[in-house]
Nanobody
Framework: QVQLVESGGGLVQAGGSLRISCAAS????????MGWFRQAPGKEREFVAV????????RYADSVKGRFTISRDNAKNTVYLQMNSLKPEDTAVYYC????????????????WGQGTQVTVSS
């Protein structure tokens, strides 16, 4: 089992950048695919990005492709989301989660979630 704590959110102007982090505990982190999701007010939670266990494979939602980069540091048990060229529509609570595969992450069917980190992009 992996426990997850998201951090690094904040208020940023449109066009700006922000990096958020997800610290994980548990022995299975380095063997888990890791993903980021977000939930905007009044909307369902949606997939944002995923990285495979080795860091070599990544996938992105079309809405963030070319602007966001997911990465991981297995030595630090941490996964990151670098967000550039932020838009007001990126405003949401961002969550991370762990899964057995990239496909599992993209499916997004998890029983538990962390507290998330709020990202607010002003216009």
């Amino acid at each position: 089992q992996v426990q997850l704590v998201e951090s690094g959110g904040g208020l940023v102007q449109a066009g700006g950048s922000l990096r958020i982090s997800c610290a994980a505990s548990g022995r299975t982190f380095s063997r888990s695919a890791m993903g980021w999701f977000r939930q905007a007010p009044g909307k369902e939670r949606e997939f944002v990005a995923v990285v495979g266990w080795s860091g070599g494979l990544t996938r992105y939602a079309d809405s963030v492709k070319g602007r966001f980069t997911i990465s991981r540091d297995n030595a630090k048990n941490t996964v990151y989301l670098q967000m550039n060229s932020l838009k007001p529509e990126d405003t949401a609570v961002y969550y991370c989660n762990a899964g057995a595969s990239i496909a599992t992450i993209i499916a997004g069917n998890f029983d538990s979630w962390g507290q998330g980190t709020q990202v607010t992009v002003s216009s």
